[in-house]
């Protein structure tokens, strides 16, 4: 019986212990702060602070978003390669594939960190080419403002890979390529060279012989001025010669292409 009454004894005993502890614990947080004071204990300066900032960084990304969209980067093709795939938000109603624009984003940032370590003004490490006419124009502006070499009329077969050649360029360390269709042979070449290659990457393309591929319309004449805009100026914000995208000296504008498109000259 003395071993029951002891189990018994010993819930009541806790239970005390509990309620003394809370006890103190009420006294101990128990203060006369008025309401006005408990006010001034709130930072209200730095929490609209942070709303201001979070809604700039939404503003921004919306901005972002809005400027793909009207420059039709997402738009590909109706043809889809396997390699691909992995970029493909979704299939239009006209067949057409639409590009992740979120992978476009991360892939441009992720090639002008790559770039940036590559990029001396006045060199030729970073071999930029465009065979296309609409990528012409994007091609010259971004190594004019880089300072890297480009190549917007024919490649000259063994540029890379033939020393023997007037047209040899020996400091080759990058390619930067819009189309890997349209510009195969560099593509090529790169790849016997062993110089590893960036390109535009579209729904029909392969990544055959491309180290990087930044998923884009690489077709579109708005689109590519505005990949290599955007990469133009990522590449000097990592290279820390412009503290903010404003700095950026150039606009949109300056690497769209300036050629009318044909139906578009008939109907003038």
């Given at each position: 019986m003395a071993k029951k009454k002891k189990k018994t004894d010993a819930p009541k005993k806790t239970e005390e212990k509990e309620k003394k502890e809370i006890f103190n614990f009420e006294e101990d947080f128990e203060d006369d702060l008025d309401l006005v004071e408990e006010l001034d204990l709130l930072d209200t300066e730095s929490i609209e602070e942070e709303a201001e900032a979070?809604?700039?960084?939404?503003?921004?990304?919306?901005?972002?978003?809005?400027?793909?969209?009207?420059?039709?980067?997402?738009?590909?093709?109706?043809?889809?390669?396997?390699d691909a795939r992995r970029f493909i938000y979704r299939q239009t109603?006209?067949?057409?594939?639409?590009?992740?624009?979120?992978?476009?984003?991360?892939?441009?940032?992720?090639?002008?960190?790559?770039?940036?370590?590559?990029?001396?003004?006045?060199?030729?490490?970073?071999?930029?080419?465009?065979?296309?006419?609409?990528?012409?124009?994007?091609?010259?502006?971004f190594c004019e403002a880089l300072g890297c070499k480009a190549i917007v009329n024919r490649f000259i077969p063994g540029s890379l890979t033939n020393p023997q050649i007037d047209?040899?360029?020996?400091?080759?360390?990058?390619?930067?390529?819009?189309?890997?269709?349209?510009?195969?042979?560099?593509?090529?070449?790169?790849?016997?060279?062993?110089?590893?290659?960036?390109?535009?990457?579209?729904?029909?393309?392969?990544?055959?012989?491309?180290?990087?591929?930044?998923?884009?319309?690489?077709?579109?004449?708005?689109?590519?001025?505005?990949?290599?805009?955007?990469?133009?100026?990522?590449?000097?914000?990592?290279?820390?010669?412009?503290?903010?995208?404003?700095e950026f000296s150039y606009t949109l504008e300056d690497f769209t292409s300036k050629i009318v498109p044909v139906y578009r000259q008939e109907k003038s």
């Open positions: 979070v809604k700039k960084i939404i503003d921004k990304d919306e901005e972002q978003k809005q400027l793909y969209l009207s420059c039709g980067i997402h738009i590909g093709t109706k043809l889809l390669s396997g109603n006209y067949g057409l594939y639409v590009i992740d624009l979120t992978k476009t984003d991360s892939r441009l940032k992720i090639a002008a960190k790559f770039l940036s370590k590559y990029i001396e003004e006045g060199s030729d490490r970073v071999i930029v080419s465009s065979v296309r006419r609409y990528g012409k124009e994007p091609v010259r502006k047209d040899y360029i020996k400091d080759a360390s990058v390619v930067v390529i819009v189309d890997p269709h349209a510009d195969k042979v560099i593509l090529r070449e790169a790849k016997l060279a062993r110089i590893p290659v960036v390109a535009l990457f579209d729904t029909d393309d392969v990544l055959n012989g491309i180290d990087l591929a930044v998923p884009a319309n690489n077709r579109g004449k708005k689109a590519l001025g505005l990949a290599f805009w955007l990469l133009a100026r990522q590449i000097l914000l990592e290279l820390g010669k412009i503290s903010g995208e404003d």
